[in-house]
């Protein structure tokens, strides 16, 4: 895509900004090209260049950033030796607690009986058990 300020100055600009415009745009492009004619002032065109000429201006810095970047990034590839390929231990898992239940009665070896598809207590349920309300959730 040509940089914003091509298209200033130059002969057929109107219909070269128009064929940018927005596919979804209702208006036709000779529609958009015919509302970009105006009556520049004076003050505005030397702002608009003033700008242009910061946009040029950043441009280049940034392709000198990266230039520079891009050499120094080089260097480090020299320094840094490979590493050996040595094999790593495994993680170790955490081991899951086993419950010890019957058979019969499904409890826990602590004699309550083991979740199940019991609801959770709720946070409200847990802050009145342990304020000393009623265990009865």
């Not at 231990?89 to 419950?99: D, G, L, M, S, W």
Request: aromatic share 6%; hydrophobic share 30%; charged share 30%.
């Amino acid at each position: 895509m040509p940089a914003p300020h091509e298209y200033f100055g130059s002969t057929g600009t109107r219909k070269k900004l128009a064929e940018l415009s927005h596919p979804q745009i209702r208006a036709t492009r000779e529609e958009i090209a015919r509302s970009l004619e105006g009556n520049w002032r004076p003050e505005l065109l030397f702002l608009l260049k003033q700008e242009m000429e910061m946009y040029d201006t950043y441009q280049r810095r940034i392709a000198e950033c990266d230039n520079e970047l891009e050499a120094h990034l080089k260097s480090f590839a020299d320094i840094v030796p490979p590493k050996p390929a040595e094999e790593e231990p495994p993680a170790e898992q955490p081991q899951e607690k086993k419950v010890r239940t019957s058979a019969k009665t499904k409890l826990t070896h602590r004699g309550k009986k083991a979740p199940g598809n019991r609801p959770s207590l709720t946070c409200a349920a847990k802050c009145i058990g342990s304020a000393g309300g009623s265990d009865s959730y």
